[in-house]
């Protein structure tokens, strides 16, 4: 069983910033397209961010664009979002998980990590 640990969230104002990070256990880790995820409040959780394992492409929802940036760090076995200009929309809780290399929104693993709880006050 994968295990995935996503940390780095917390509490900031509107147009700050925050740095997610997301470690897996998986030993294949450099072999996956991993993507980011969220679920606010209410909501069905949704896709954010997916970056491949040439660790180069990337691919963002509207919502996100040139605000997030991911990146990951194949030796490590760690990928990060950069999130710039947060606003009160982007108030969910992060997921991390393997994502299929053609259909982004698709994750892989069965199991999901607790999540990092971000919140953006306005």
């Known amino acids: 069983q994968v295990q995935l640990v996503e940390s780095g969230g917390g509490l900031v104002q509107a147009g700050e910033s925050l740095r997610l990070s997301c470690v897996t256990s998986?030993?294949?880790?450099?072999?996956?397209?991993m993507g980011w995820f969220r679920q606010a409040p209410g909501k069905e959780r949704e896709f954010v961010a997916v970056?491949?394992?040439?660790?180069?492409?990337?691919y963002y929802t509207e919502d996100v664009k040139g605000r997030f940036t991911i990146h990951r760090d194949n030796a490590k076995n760690t990928m990060i979002l950069q999130m710039n200009s947060l606003r009160p929309e982007d108030t969910a809780v992060y997921y991390c998980?393997?994502?299929?290399?053609?259909?982004?929104?698709?994750?892989?693993?069965?199991?999901w990590g607790l999540g990092t709880q971000v919140t953006i006050a306005s």
């Open positions: 998980n393997a994502v299929d290399d053609f259909y982004y929104t698709r994750p892989l693993w069965t199991s």
């Open positions: 998986s030993r294949s880790f450099s072999r996956y397209s």
């Open positions: 970056i491949k394992s040439d660790q180069l492409t990337t």
